[in-house]
């Protein structure tokens, strides 16, 4: 028999023996992989490409065609996504179903397909008009209740809420009933009505293919390709062509760059890392239970390779099977998370394993149980097995150099974060954050003595804690070292998306306040304007509209003011508005006495500070049709309604001593429409060119993905700390036994257990919290910046780092207290 042989055999018998121990090994080491499979196979079970997503958009359908509004140019590249648009009086008319299977050819069969919205009373819903019943739509929708609808019939899906039987009472139409339920294929939170006679709200605005439109289901006789798009395209149609999709012509995927290779290099780093530090103490324990068993091995001649060869083969047994078991663990919770996180909202595709990465990490699992045994294996392979044979434990020892070279790495991190932070990408902070990681873990050993000292003044349980874990530096340090990379790495990257969130809400302006309703003309009669104005008056009865007007030169050309301020430390043009008393007031939000005045005397109140210089503001005036001016007016400052507002305004007296007329061209009023208003409608019905815009203010929110962190985080140092306080507890069988014998209450030896996770988890927080915030600033910079000269944003996002530094280990802790702890039976002489 092989040496090789013998010793996974031994090393098989050994982990069986020490069932505990082993499944706390494999779940250090399982505990990354799992988590990282279940986020490869989550993304990739919710990302459904154009091919598995086909069957919802077209069916059995071999094209679908979206008809563009009239006058619009379409042109589709041959990449599968991108289109372009253009405006052109003289385009084609709009095709009919009769024109449509013309140009498909012979032996076409073609059917109505429109999407669209359906306003209800309570608001409005996503509708269909097609008929599920013709076989050309099998796929777009599976029945799970009641049958497909018929004329005044509609199907919807669960999440309307609805069952076969009820109404279904459209704004201005006929109630239609409900007859079925049907399941959308990859969206299952998707509030939607099919039908085959639906009265759908009329396209406004302008048109984009991800918005609704007439069009049709068509199956032909011969494959649509790209070659026939072109022709299609002029006869204003947009394409979804099976074949397009099954044969895309697609840029091919570049190589990874410096900045790719470097981040793929630190990411696998930190893993390796992590699973080391959590599979270290496991190894480490397992070491000193089984010296005696390696002594008398090399007793009977085994020598140091063959000692080394069997702890190696503790790594190899025991990671193998951890990452086989986490990686199907890992699939299995990426698919089945996928499809509840669909329901809340988004899409889910079949199920889908990256298996590439996914191996990947499993092989990086395996290699990591490796490479965590590799040194309880040098140490096996240095004892002294007639000290070990008679019982006599060696003291732990030191390396002095450790502390040395830890604060050497710390310091040449430090040094590389700060050259890194000037660099364009967040890559290179990130990666210079790994050998201060590497030289933390390197100083552990040394904090974990220093803090050792003053365990004198703690109460008994604590103290005994502190004291074992300062005994057993090699297996607390590298517990203590994993929750500190954890919590390094988690607290940089809240760091850096808060301060990324908070950037891009400081950059955000505007030239109206929050709710203001903005009308604008354009080029347009007299007579044309007039009615417009009337239709708004009509429209929205008991609104106090204010004017606002457009600057012509004496040949009619239309001009636009604009200036420009630094905001934010970004250069931002901003559009001057011209108008009277009213407008100001609408733009502050209130009576401005003064700034009344000064636009009374004919001076333009400017609500960008930075912009007035000398009592002057510096405009350019520039047009489509006409040559650029440039001249200067008298200006004051004023406090807009919002913080954020930006912008001027202008007497129309001040506008036309420059040498330009005015006409009133715009309406301003404080009006927010609501959900499902036809106002844009009805005002493009009686002219063309307008434009309706409403001011809503900063909408996004902090990325909800960072609480995702915080879940790993709670995985890893919950898990990892629990883990590493069993073995604690284990190694002190013998001390907690002593103390039961002296009259120690269960209470009191959990407090012990409890003392190991508090200290465990808290000393690598707080490490992690200093390391993690000195890479979360240096992070913040090219997250935050576009440029030489725009000042960086920080912000720490305090819930998430106190959930982190102070929730996590409390949690472990209170985990921890809560274990049952039998006292342990201990052999004695009589």
């Known amino acids: 028999m092989s040496a090789v042989r013998a010793a996974l055999r031994i090393s098989r018998r050994a982990a069986w023996r020490s069932r505990g121990r082993s499944a706390l090994i494999m779940v250090m080491i399982g505990l990354p992989v799992l988590v990282i499979t279940a986020i490869l196979t989550l993304f990739e079970t919710m990302t459904v490409t154009p091919q598995e997503g086909l069957p919802a958009e077209i069916g059995a359908a071999e094209v679908r065609l979206v008809r563009v509004p009239k006058g619009t140019v379409l042109q589709q590249q041959p990449n599968g996504s991108s289109w372009e648009t253009g405006v052109d009086g003289t385009a084609a008319p709009e095709p009919g179903a009769a024109e449509v299977a013309a140009l498909l050819g012979p032996g076409t069969r073609v059917i109505h397909l429109s999407t669209g919205v359906l306003r209800l009373g309570t608001g409005q819903v996503d509708a269909v008009e097609t008929d599920l019943r013709d076989p050309l739509t099998r796929g777009m929708l599976t029945l799970s209740e009641g049958r497909f609808p018929a004329a005044r019939e509609v199907a919807v899906t669960p999440a309307s809420g609805l069952r076969p039987g009820d109404l279904l009472r459209p704004s201005g139409a006929a109630p239609l009933t409900v007859v079925g339920v049907v399941d959308h294929p990859n969206r299952p939170s998707l509030r939607q009505v099919v039908g085959p006679d639906l009265p759908l709200v009329p396209l406004d605005g302008i048109w984009s293919p991800n918005l609704y ?413 006409g040559p650029p001016r440039r001249f200067e007016v008298p200006a004051v400052t004023a406090t807009p309604a919002d913080e954020y507002q930006g912008g001027a305004l202008l007497p129309r007296a001040l506008v036309e001593q420059a040498g330009f007329s005015t006409v009133e061209r715009q309406l301003y009023a404080m009006y927010r429409p609501p959900a499902g208003s036809t106002l844009s409608g009805d005002l493009h019905k009686v002219a063309s060119r307008v434009t309706v815009a409403s001011e809503e203010g900063y909408r996004n929110t902090p990325d909800p993905g960072l609480w995702g962190w915080l879940v790993g985080a709670l995985v890893l140092v919950v898990g990892g700390t629990l883990a590493a306080t069993r073995l604690a507890a284990a190694d002190m069988r013998p001390d907690r036994a002593t103390m039961a014998a002296i009259g120690a209450q269960p209470g009191t030896l959990r407090m012990v257990v409890a003392g190991q996770a508090l200290y465990i988890s808290g000393l690598g927080a707080l490490v992690g919290l200093v390391a993690g915030a000195v890479t979360g600033v240096a992070l913040s910079r090219p997250m935050t910046t576009q440029g030489a000269g725009d000042p960086a944003t920080f912000a720490i996002p305090w819930p998430f780092v106190v959930a982190v530094v102070v929730g996590l280990p409390v949690l472990a802790t209170v985990a921890a207290l809560v274990t049952r702890t039998v006292p342990p039976l201990a052999r004695r002489l009589l």
């Open 213 to 625: 439109g007439p069009g049709w289901l068509a199956g032909t006789a011969r494959p649509v390709s790209w070659a026939d798009v072109p022709a299609l395209n002029r006869a204003g149609l947009y394409v979804i062509s099976r074949t397009m999709l099954a044969d895309p012509v697609m840029a091919r995927a570049s190589a990874p760059g410096v900045q790719g290779v470097v981040g793929i290099g630190a990411m696998v780093i930190v893993v390796m890392l992590e699973i080391v530090l959590l599979a270290g103490p496991a190894f480490a324990v397992g070491l000193r239970r089984r010296r005696r068993e390696l002594a008398e091995i090399a007793a009977q001649g085994g020598s140091a390779g063959h000692l080394r060869t069997i702890v190696l083969a503790d790594g190899l047994v025991l990671g193998g099977a951890a990452t086989v078991v986490a990686t199907v663990l890992g699939i299995g919770a990426g698919v089945l998370g996928a499809s509840v996180l669909a329901r809340w909202g988004g899409q889910v595709g079949p199920p889908g394993v990256p298996w590439t990465p996914v191996l990947c990490v499993a092989a990086l699992g395996l290699l990591t149980g490796l490479v965590a045994a590799l040194v309880p294996a040098a140490q096996a392979a240095r004892q002294n097995t007639a000290a070990v044979l008679a019982g006599r434990a060696p003291a732990p020892a030191d390396r002095p150099g450790w502390p040395l070279a830890g604060a050497v790495l710390v310091l040449a991190g430090l040094g590389a974060t700060v050259v890194a932070r000037r660099q364009p990408g967040s890559v290179w902070v990130l990666a210079s954050a790994v050998p201060v990681l590497v030289g933390l873990v390197a100083l552990t050993p040394w904090l974990i003595r220093l803090t050792g000292r003053p365990a004198a003044r703690l109460r008994l349980p604590l103290r005994v804690a502190v004291r074992d874990a300062v005994r057993n530096r090699s297996r607390t340090a590298s517990a203590v070292a994993a929750v500190m990379a954890v919590t390094a790495m988690v607290v940089a990257i809240g760091i850096g998306t808060q301060s990324e969130y908070m950037d891009r809400r400081n950059a955000y302006t505007s030239a109206r306040p929050t709710g203001m309703l903005a009308i604008w003309g354009g080029k347009m009669a007299d007579a044309t304007w007039n009615g417009l104005r009337a239709e708004t008056a009509r429209r929205l009865p008991g609104v106090p509209l204010a004017a606002g007007y457009q600057a012509n030169d004496a040949k009619g050309h239309r001009y636009a003011l604009r200036y420009t301020v630094r905001w934010n430390g970004t250069r931002t043009r901003r559009s001057v508005a011209i108008g009277d008393q009213t407008l100001l007031r609408l733009l502050q939000g209130r009576h401005d006495p003064r700034a009344a005045a000064a636009l009374a005397s004919g001076k333009a109140v400017v609500f960008d500070a930075a912009a007035v210089r000398d009592g002057k503001l510096a405009l350019r005036a520039s047009s489509t049709s």
